[in-house]
């Protein structure tokens, strides 16, 4: 397992950092609220999922700079559907971005609840162009036994390989040193118990507000849909962690 550790202020020019200008591309495409509404899975696909409130929208709105792409909310349980997004150039997107419904919204019905388990787990388990989930973890909260369960869903799949996972631990900005720290190492022990060596699995921590991982993110996730590309280049000089380059090609 690793850790992405960049943890300053990134620099986020666009030159600098392909998969960022990459990750800004990211625009609406569709939501599904069935599997059998989803487009057809052409393109790689990374969803994005965790508890309510886990702060979703607001990294994937972080991604494409964009204030409302995805909704984000104070409210919690805002997103209840898939909401699907397109990246890369515009007549030629080559993956997709998933926003999945938080789990763990307590004033959601029951059956509601029952029905979303479902659609999360079957959408985990048989989405064949699934090529990685990034689980969004309060920083503050650690993985909870509902983020556990997620993980049960899809875990056969990130132990053969076939699914990566990046845990981001979000909201960093509440933290201090010292607790971002002992927060990571928290998640990394409960991941440790439940992945094999075949699993591409890595955690970060991210703050929306102070762009904290961002950088790391994007890298991250361009790395899994465009596993061939080189890794960009200049960040290296700024000695930042670069994500992209521990993946296999
Ligand atoms: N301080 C701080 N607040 C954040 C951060 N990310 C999200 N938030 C806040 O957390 C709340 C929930 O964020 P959302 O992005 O709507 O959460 P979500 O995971 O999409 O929630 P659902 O759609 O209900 O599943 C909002 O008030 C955000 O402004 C962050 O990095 N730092
Ligand atoms: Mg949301």
Redesign the pocket.
Known sequence: MRETSSQSRSDLSELKHPALAWAHSARFLTTASQLDQLPPGDLGEIAFV??????????I?ALAQRRQL??????????QHINLFALGPRDAPDAYLA?L??YG?ATVSRTEKVRWQKVMADYLEVRRNLNGVVL?VDSRLGLTPLDERLLEFVSPRINTGEVKLLVAL?????LNRREQQAALAAVQEQLGARVSEHADVGMLL?????HQGLSDLAETIHGWVHPQAKPPEAETSTGEADEAKDLPA
């Open positions: 965790g508890r309510s409130n886990a702060g979703k929208s607001t990294a709105n995805a909704f984000a909310s104070k409210t919690p349980g805002r997103t926003d419904p938080g919204y969004l979000t909201k960093a900005d509440k991210f703050s929306a507000t102070k």
